[in-house]
């Protein structure tokens, strides 16, 4: 929970020399804790720039137009092959930059050191006064989850064009402490990210090193990626697609691998049924439905929507049973495959998942199957089956023919067991890191506030 959500009186009164909007969402102000001197209107510290670009002394391929993100960050705009006929304006290094259409949701930034960076009118450019205030503490407080807020709260327009009006947004009030007191803040956020990313690394090297030890204990060794190549060998014998990209030498180093050790097809390892649900099924007149996005490779099932049989979505088909596994057939190489654990007995999934029952060999323990089908060895053989342009996916038959090794029983519990551990391990430190962020957050939060000291 971040300071962003503090609760607001229902009702309240207003002097009607104070009423400029019949808005009460507008009214709802940031309770600062800065002393009145410094706080100052943000057009005070920031000088517009309108440095109109003459077209006539630059080609567009020498020119850099860019797009904002909501968090803050900045793309380069890929526009290769095509120009702009709006007019263009320069936004230097170092200058604030505002999308107008989308400041209500924070799309502020500051301009990377890149060369003949443009915006169109779309965008509002500043150079700051850095004498009054460093842009990274500036940036800091527009990206304030309760500052973001507030700019929400007071969006003007249409509907579908709902706008912070730049006049507004120059006039809001914000602490510009000593620059000293700013570099500070800026340094103790940049300290958080620190931690944010070791954390986020320590969960990285458990999942690598634990995936390594698994795939050893079979005997795997991933390929190393190949570089793009148009033109290369392949045996007449493991001509099975006329595809460049199924005949990627990862893809079929791996497949030769798997050939060595004997691995078996899914189709001969797994029973896969289709299983329908019936309104007979549901006499409240309603069930919980497993979208693709409800299930992820780290987590399995984590979430569901409820949804009333007599309306249901067309692709809500099939019916689910604790132990069963559920395969992704659209984008497979996300590793969308799970296990139906108890909680999520008799509901219904999308049609978009494969669904098998059981294993057809009673020493394959399908606990096994879903840790190698979501190890990398498991992955790219998905994604090498799968086919499709915006929305790739894998049908039923190319999904059987997925290799998997089949080791022995004591084998099979030792990798269950050590990515059982593995996950385990991964959990604590998610949960760790998502602590360190929350309270990062806050604490930025609060020193922005003028609650504590940097």
Same mark, same amino acid.
């Given at each position: 929970? !971040?300071?962003?959500?503090?609760?607001?009186?229902?009702?309240?009164?207003?002097?009607?020399?104070?009423?400029?909007?019949?808005?009460?969402?507008?009214?709802?102000?940031?309770?600062?804790?800065? #002393?009145?001197?410094?706080?100052?209107?943000?057009?005070?510290?920031?000088?517009?720039?309108?440095?109109?670009? $003459?077209?006539?002394?630059?080609?567009?391929?020498?020119?850099?137009?860019?797009?904002?993100?909501?968090?803050? !960050?900045?793309?380069?705009?890929?526009?290769?092959?095509?120009?702009?006929?709006?007019?263009?304006?320069?936004?230097?290094?170092?200058?604030?930059?505002?999308?107008?259409? $989308? /400041?209500?949701?924070?799309?502020?930034?500051?301009?990377?050191?890149?060369?003949?960076?443009?915006?169109?009118?779309?965008?509002?450019?500043?150079?700051?006064?850095?004498?009054?205030?460093?842009?990274?503490?500036?940036?800091?407080?527009?990206?304030?989850?309760?500052?973001?807020?507030?700019?929400?709260?007071?969006?003007?327009?249409? =509907?579908?064009?709902?706008?912070?009006?730049?006049?507004?947004?120059?006039?809001?009030?914000?602490?510009?402490?000593?620059? +000293?007191?700013?570099?500070?803040?800026?340094?103790?956020?940049?300290?958080?990210?620190?931690?944010?990313?070791?954390?986020?690394?320590?969960?990285?090297?458990? =999942?690598?090193?634990?995936?390594?030890?698994?795939?050893?204990?079979?005997?795997?060794?991933?390929?190393? =990626?190949?570089?793009?190549?148009?033109?290369?060998?392949?045996?007449?014998?493991?001509?099975?697609?006329?595809?460049?990209?199924?005949?990627?030498?990862?893809?079929?180093?791996?497949?030769?691998?798997?050939?060595?050790?004997?691995?078996?097809?899914?189709?001969?390892?797994?029973?896969?049924? &289709?299983?329908?649900?019936?309104?007979?099924?549901?006499?409240?007149?309603?069930?919980?439905?497993?979208?693709?996005? &409800?299930?992820?490779? =780290?987590?399995?099932?984590?979430?569901?929507?409820?949804?009333?049989?007599?309306?249901?979505?067309?692709?809500?088909?099939?019916?689910?049973?604790?132990? +069963?596994?559920?395969?992704?057939?659209?984008?497979?190489?996300?590793?969308?495959?799970?296990?139906?654990?108890?909680?999520?007995?008799?509901?219904?999934? #999308? #049609?978009?998942?494969?669904?098998?029952?059981?294993?057809? /060999?009673?020493?394959?323990?399908?606990?096994?199957?879903?840790?190698?089908? !979501? #190890?990398?060895?498991?992955? /790219?053989?998905?994604?090498?089956?799968?086919?499709?342009?915006?929305?790739?996916?894998?049908?039923?038959?190319?999904?059987?023919?997925?290799?998997?090794?089949?080791?022995?029983?004591?084998?099979?519990?030792?990798?269950?067991?050590?990515?059982?551990?593995?996950?385990?391990?991964?959990?604590?430190?998610?949960?760790?890191?998502?602590?360190?962020?929350?309270?990062?957050?806050?604490?930025?939060?609060?020193?922005?506030?003028?609650?504590?000291?940097?």
């Amino acid at each position: 929970m !971040t300071l962003a959500e503090f609760s607001f009186p229902k009702a309240f009164r207003v002097r009607f020399r104070d009423l400029r909007r019949f808005d009460p969402a507008s009214f709802h102000g940031i309770s600062w804790h800065w #002393s009145k001197d410094v706080m100052l209107p943000i057009g005070s510290a920031l000088k517009l720039r309108k440095e109109k670009v $003459d077209r006539a002394k630059y080609e567009f391929s020498q020119l850099q137009p860019i797009t904002i993100h909501f968090d803050g !960050t900045i793309d380069k705009r890929n526009v290769e092959g095509r120009g702009y006929s709006m007019d263009l304006f320069f936004a230097r290094p170092g200058d604030i930059v505002v999308a107008k259409i $989308d /400041l209500k949701n924070g799309a502020v930034g500051i301009v990377p050191d890149w060369e003949n960076v443009v915006v169109t009118n779309h965008f509002a450019v500043y150079e700051p006064d850095r004498s009054k205030i460093i842009p990274e503490y500036f940036l800091l407080v527009i990206q304030a989850n309760f500052f973001k807020s507030y700019l929400w709260r007071n969006k003007v327009g249409a =509907e579908g064009r709902k706008e912070v009006k730049l006049e507004f947004f120059e006039s809001i009030k914000i602490p510009m402490p000593p620059i +000293d007191e700013q570099r500070r803040i800026v340094a103790a956020w940049q300290q958080a990210q620190v931690n944010i990313a070791n954390a986020e690394k320590r969960v990285k090297k458990i =999942e690598q090193d634990m995936e390594s030890l698994m795939l050893k204990s079979l005997g795997i060794s991933l390929p190393s =990626e190949f570089p793009e190549q148009k033109i290369f060998p392949v045996f007449w014998k493991d001509l099975e697609r006329w595809d460049l990209f199924f005949q990627r030498p990862d893809f079929v180093a791996l497949e030769n691998q798997l050939h060595s050790l004997n691995a078996l097809s899914l189709g001969e390892v797994l029973n896969f049924e &289709s299983r329908s649900w019936k309104k007979s099924d549901f006499p409240e007149g309603k069930f919980e439905y497993i979208e693709i996005s &409800s299930v992820n490779r =780290e987590n399995g099932i984590f979430s569901s929507r409820t949804v009333e049989t007599n309306n249901a979505p067309s692709r809500a088909t099939t019916l689910v049973k604790t132990g +069963d596994l559920i395969i992704s057939t659209t984008r497979p190489y996300l590793g969308a495959i799970a296990i139906v654990p108890e909680k999520y007995n008799n509901y219904v999934c #999308s #049609s978009g998942f494969a669904l098998a029952t059981s294993t057809k /060999l009673p020493h394959v323990d399908i606990r096994y199957v879903l840790f190698f089908l !979501t #190890s990398k060895a498991g992955l /790219l053989q998905l994604e090498r089956r799968m086919t499709g342009g915006l929305y790739p996916a894998i049908v039923q038959e190319e999904l059987e023919k997925i290799k998997i090794p089949i080791p022995s029983s004591e084998v099979q519990k030792e990798i269950i067991c050590r990515v059982e551990e593995g996950r385990s391990k991964i959990r604590q430190e998610q949960e760790a890191a998502v602590k360190v962020k929350e309270e990062s957050e806050r604490e930025i939060e609060r020193m922005i506030l003028g609650l504590s000291k940097a």
